[in-house]
């Protein structure tokens, strides 16, 4: 399975991106997807999560009411979209497959993890 993360880049505070991830190799509809990000200096942490279906969600209260997870199961893509952003979310957001769906928010629950993309929030 490879995930494959792109998007990221440099904005404005206020600002807005969308990331993607786009899975292959593996059985895209049937992961709980994830999104982490990992701030220089600092642990890794989780930022968003999504069932197969797309119908539950799960948020950091960080980011709650700011960015939004969805995901195309017939492209085999998970998306981010960060809006409102600020300069503390400034980080590699790494998007992650969970196989066995258990929902969890803590990384060592995923399996597969993507290479990254470098999001940088400027004041």
């Known amino acids: 399975v490879q995930l494959q993360a792109s998007g990221g880049g440099l904005v404005q505070a206020g600002g807005s991106l969308r990331l993607s991830c786009v899975v292959s190799?593996?059985?895209?509809?049937?992961?709980?997807m994830g999104w982490f990000r990992q701030a220089p200096g600092k642990e890794r942490e989780f930022v968003a999560a999504?069932?197969?279906?797309?119908?539950?969600?799960k948020y950091a209260d960080s980011v709650k009411g700011r960015f939004t997870i969805s995901r195309d199961n017939s492209k085999n893509t998970v998306y981010l979209q960060m809006n409102s952003l600020k300069p503390e979310d400034t980080a590699v957001y790494y998007c992650?497959?969970?196989?066995?769906?258990?929902?969890?928010?803590?990384?060592?629950?995923?399996?597969?993890w993507g290479q990254g993309t470098l999001v940088t929030v400027s004041s």
């Open positions: 999504i069932d197969w279906r797309g119908g539950s969600t």
């Open positions: 992650a497959a969970d196989v066995a769906g258990l929902g969890d928010v803590t990384k060592e629950a995923y399996d597969y």
């Open positions: 190799g593996g059985t895209f509809r049937l992961y709980y």
